[in-house]
């Protein structure tokens, strides 16, 4: 069965300072992988997804994410934070059929 | 435009209680998706319709009906509500199978329910 695992649940940072984010899956077979952002009271947006081709995606608001099939990672980056990244973060990831499987999602909280 | 838009935004209820949620979308998308978000801000998927016949059927209470009347719209009606249906509850929408690429889900607002 596929599963998502985020092992940062909380993380505090400051204004300007780098971001990385895990994201680790369990599937053995082609899978399609998302990351969503979703601030306080609203819904989910999508940051970023990876389908195919460079494993380096780049997304909206600066974000990028690695794609390394090896490790089963697709961890989120961002080299400098700014107060109004200040959200939740999910990695979902799908294969072959419609269902998206959710991380447990990153809490992020960025001070000034 | 609302893209993805659901109602009522919160919902205030007795255990018990019948209600609906209503889900709509104006981007002419296939399918169709309902998420429940916990306490914790665990994300669930529930059902998928695509062009009105259910694909996606999770271990959901069958007390939880989705309900398709057309490929734009998508209702959940929940019976007889516990203190545990308490969440908030995403509806989706996407162009065919998300599998394929450039067919990411978009999401509602949510609405949040609450038992009591």
């Known amino acids: 069965a596929q599963s998502v695992s985020q092992h940062n649940h909380h993380v505090i940072l400051s204004e300007a300072a780098s971001l990385e984010l895990g994201c680790n899956y369990s599937y053995g077979g082609t899978v399609n992988l998302f990351w969503y952002v979703q601030y306080p009271g609203q819904h989910l947006q999508l940051l970023l997804k990876y389908f195919s081709g460079d494993p380096l995606v780049k997304g909206i608001k600066g974000f990028e994410a690695e794609f390394i099939k090896s490790k089963f990672s697709f961890n989120l980056r961002k080299p400098s934070v700014q107060w109004s990244d200040t959200a939740e973060y999910f990695c979902?990831?799908?294969?072959?059929?419609?269902?998206?499987?959710f991380g447990t999602g990153t809490r992020l909280q960025v001070f000034p | 435009d609302t893209a993805v838009s659901q109602t009522p935004k919160y919902l205030v209820t007795q255990m018990g209680n019948d209600k609906s949620i209503k889900c709509e979308q104006n981007l002419g998308h296939d399918t169709m998706y309902w998420y429940k978000q916990d306490s914790k801000k665990f994300l669930k998927i529930m059902f998928s319709?695509?062009?009105?016949?259910?694909?996606i059927n999770e271990t959901v209470p069958n007390r939880f009906s989705p309900k398709s009347p057309d490929k734009a719209h998508l209702n959940l009606h929940i019976n007889s509500l516990e203190l545990g249906d308490s969440a908030v509850y995403f509806c989706?929408?996407?162009?065919?199978?998300?599998?394929?690429?450039?067919?990411?889900?978009?999401f509602g607002p949510g609405t949040r329910l609450t038992v009591l």
């Open positions: 319709y695509n062009n009105k016949e259910l694909i």
């Open positions: 989706a929408s996407s162009r065919q199978e998300t599998s394929r690429p450039g067919n990411e889900q978009f």
């Open positions: 979902a990831v799908n294969g072959d059929t419609d269902k998206l499987i």
